[in-house]
């Protein structure tokens, strides 16, 4: 069974750019959640998917945003890029939302330059 | 939100076991204790998970205390490959329904030394 795939894994954008990131879950996985981490933040958690709607999101700016698919993919968007956005995206799924354990992406690694 | 600490660092030789501690000492009576592990440049793995009980995988084994106020994850026979940072996190019941959010804390990073 293949695992999370994440696209693209690098990412070099410029301030003011806008960026979207791809996620396809495991086969079968209905819940998708998004984290950023950064070297002195940790793992972020952003906001987390299941049957197309939103379900819980964390306390980030409205830049970020994002979507899932009725295939279960989904995607992340970041508008207004700035110099702080930089990090690792994380992507992770689980069965349903009442399944903790978490099987996560690789990530993307976005740099704003 | 229960909230978890643990030391930023601990060294371990190998083929000795590996004994990481985590104080989350205001979890609430139905959230769970998850360990993940993140190896560098990778994405975070599932580990184990326990609610009261001890409890043990294939890959190692969880200790709670019976006030549930800390945890210690053990690898019982720490290897090079286990050199990661390991994350202890507690489940938060947010809001209706099964929404959740997972509280992440910086982790331990554990160095298995030859």
């Known amino acids: 069974k293949a695992g999370v795939t994440q696209t693209p894994r690098y990412l070099i954008k410029t301030r003011g750019q806008q960026v979207t990131l791809s996620c396809s879950p495991i086969s079968g996985h209905r819940s998708v959640s998004w984290y950023q981490q950064t070297p002195g933040q940790g793992l972020q958690f952003l906001f987390e998917?299941?049957?197309?709607?939103?379900?819980n999101k964390g306390n980030f700016p409205g830049r970020f945003s994002g979507r899932q698919f009725s295939n279960s993919r989904s995607e992340m968007n970041v508008s207004t890029l700035e110099l702080g956005d930089s990090a690792l995206y994380l992507c992770?799924?689980?069965?349903?939302?009442?399944?903790?354990?978490?099987?996560f992406g690789a990530g993307t690694r976005l740099s704003v330059l | 939100d229960a909230k978890t600490t643990q030391p930023p660092s601990m060294d371990c030789a190998e083929g000795r076991a590996a004994n990481l501690p985590c104080n989350h000492s205001t979890i609430s009576g139905n959230e769970y204790v998850y360990w993940y592990r993140q190896i560098h440049s990778q994405g975070p793995q599932y580990i184990i998970h326990?609610?009261?009980?001890?409890e043990t995988n294939e890959m190692a084994s969880l200790i709670i205390t019976e006030d549930r106020k800390s945890s210690t994850l053990i690898l019982p026979h720490a290897t090079l490959r286990d050199t990661a940072v390991y994350y202890c996190i507690v489940r938060v019941a947010n809001g209706a329904g099964n929404n959740r959010k997972l509280i992440w804390g910086l982790g331990t990073s554990l160095a298995v030394n030859p």
């Open positions: 998917y299941f049957s197309e709607t939103q379900r």
């Open positions: 326990g609610l009261k009980n001890n």
């Open positions: 992770a799924s689980s069965l349903t939302l009442a399944k903790n354990i978490q099987y």
